[in-house]
């Protein structure tokens, strides 16, 4: 049964959570200590025995050792749904019940030894343009806010073979076109960090849940930066993949030229974790490039050999705020102190929209001839500028990213990795985002600025947490690589990672030693 973000009942769920459990270590008694400190309003709500706190990689470790349940952590996940969502507003649909069928099952096959691997058991959410088998997918839209598709996509259905436990789905920018998810027919995502400040989009549910411990990790998809802005906007991991590297079969699609999907995490090995279950070539997708896969989780732990970092000062580097390019700079000097040779260099930028606009409009035609009133205006006035491009220009175009496809690889002659800020600003506050068109689309160019081209380009490129600003709104930096190097891009950012603390900072739950400040949150 299908149940709203506002129909949760936690009364509901102890019937079914605190049964099946025994044998398990974490008793039920210590979980409800547990359930208790999630009270952020009580001084318990920042100790380290709160679970939903804790990495994928952690709580997958204790699951497999038969030290927790995944009724515990489902439950505990589905309780913090219950508590937080109606503030956040991350969820559309939340599938509490086949939830905790899920979770039960996995119980019941980890106790007879039929562990299936890290993702068993964990609890996991969907952005809400991704197929679901009897769950709604709306892609925030009224367009499609009854739709249940019949099928799942493929990434679902590798989640699910990988023992996943899935909780819902999640907000977004209305059909993904946009960066900010403000403009959602459910109402706009709220950034974990402060209330006020927007979360990025269009994957901002998706990055509002992780952020905030409504689950362990989620999926995102990214056109022109979607998983990687709101994963720096909320102070987690994003990882969007090599193009062709994961399908979107049965996703809803902005623009099949550069539409990936990807994990947004809390760490790089929970990174790792996700991609390494939903890579692979899939020959019913025609995006999707038949290259093998690697180890990820292992490839990633290997010592950094003395990597070569370009920096492209032009473009990327240009009028920072202040504080993101103290960040910044910080981070690379750290990652000068891992033994990387830095390096200075330009790279060429194509931030030609024509494709994408044209490929968006392609797609939604259709609707927009016949039920243009069920779409927000600032969605239908983007898609109705793809009705313009002729094909000549279209095909010209995606002429250019093929181009660009074929002569990008020939930067990694001289570095391997590129190093950029995620985001040139700060998360800006809700209230102050623009309400003209022209506003909106220079605000979207602005916010997306540092990570369309890698949309265009294909190339697997991650943000991760490097600090935080004085308001107490978190930073991220992009690590670039070369096609289908995912191993090299999580090894460099899990060296980062383990040489600073800014992963472990939690809104409302600042870590310790503190390096860095993580006021103003919205759950203190």
């Not at 990694?412 to 190093?419: E, G, H, K, L, W």
Request: aromatic share 6%.
């Amino acid at each position: 049964m299908l149940k709203s973000a506002s129909e949760l009942s936690r009364r509901s769920f102890l019937g079914t959570a605190l049964c099946g459990t025994a044998g398990y270590l974490f008793s039920v008694e210590r979980w409800m200590r547990t359930e208790t400190a999630m009270n952020l309003n009580s001084p318990a709500a920042a100790t380290s025995s709160d679970l939903t706190n804790l990495c994928l990689h952690e709580v997958a470790s204790m699951i497999k050792e038969k030290k927790i349940s995944p009724v515990e952590i489902t439950h505990a996940c589905l309780a913090r749904i219950e508590q937080l969502n109606p503030s956040l507003n991350a969820f559309i649909t939340i599938t509490a019940d086949s939830a905790m069928v899920q979770a039960r099952q996995a119980e019941s096959e980890v106790q007879r030894g039929e562990w299936r691997g890290p993702l068993h058991g964990i609890p996991i959410a969907l952005k809400d343009l991704i197929d679901t088998t009897g769950a709604r997918t709306t892609a925030a839209s009224a367009l499609f806010k009854d739709r249940i598709p019949k099928e799942d996509a493929t990434v679902v259905r590798l989640l699910k073979n990988a023992g996943a436990v899935l909780l819902g789905k999640l907000n977004m920018h209305e059909f993904a076109y946009g960066s900010t998810s403000a403009a959602s027919y459910f109402g706009r995502v709220s950034n974990p960090w402060n209330h006020e400040h927007i979360t990025g989009g269009s994957s901002g549910g998706s990055a509002a849940a992780v952020a905030a411990g409504l689950c362990y990790g989620a999926l995102g998809s990214d056109t022109g930066g979607s998983i990687r802005e709101p994963a720096a906007y909320c102070g987690i991991v994003g990882l969007k993949p090599t193009y062709g590297r994961v399908s979107t079969r049965g996703v809803i699609p902005l623009s099949w030229s550069a539409d990936h999907i990807g994990p947004m995490t809390r760490s790089v090995e929970d990174a790792a974790i996700m991609l390494q279950v939903i890579a692979g070539y899939d020959a019913n997708e025609v995006t999707s490039c038949d290259a093998p896969v690697e180890d990820y989780v292992s490839k990633m732990k290997l010592n950094i050999p003395s990597l070569r970092v370009g920096i492209p000062r032009n473009f990327f580097y240009d009028g920072l705020d202040p504080e993101i390019q103290e960040a910044t700079e910080r981070a690379l000097a750290s990652l000068e102190k891992l033994g990387t040779e830095l390096r200075e260099f330009k790279m060429e930028v194509n931030g030609d929209r024509a494709v994408v606009r044209a490929e968006a409009y392609a797609w939604h035609s259709e609707n927009v001839a016949k039920h243009p009133e069920l779409y927000l205006p600032e969605t239908l006035a983007k898609l109705r500028l793809g009705a313009g491009i002729e094909a000549a220009t279209y095909i010209k175009a995606r002429h250019q990213v093929e181009q660009l496809r074929r002569e990008i690889p020939k930067l990694f002659a001289t570095v391997d990795v590129f190093v950029t800020p995620t985001t040139p600003v700060p998360p800006p506050k809700a209230a102050d985002l623009p309400t003209k068109f022209e506003e909106i689309l220079a605000e979207d160019t602005l916010l997306l600025r540092n990570t369309r081209t890698f949309d265009l380009s294909g190339l697997p490129t991650i943000s991760v947490p490097c600090g935080f600003t004085k308001a107490g709104l978190p930073i991220g930096l992009q690590i670039s690589g070369a096609p289908w190097q995912e191993a090299v891009v999580l090894r460099l950012a899990l060296a980062y990672q383990q040489a600073t603390s800014w992963h472990l900072q939690h809104p409302g739950h600042p870590a310790e030693p503190h390096s860095g400040p993580a006021g103003n949150s919205a759950f203190v």
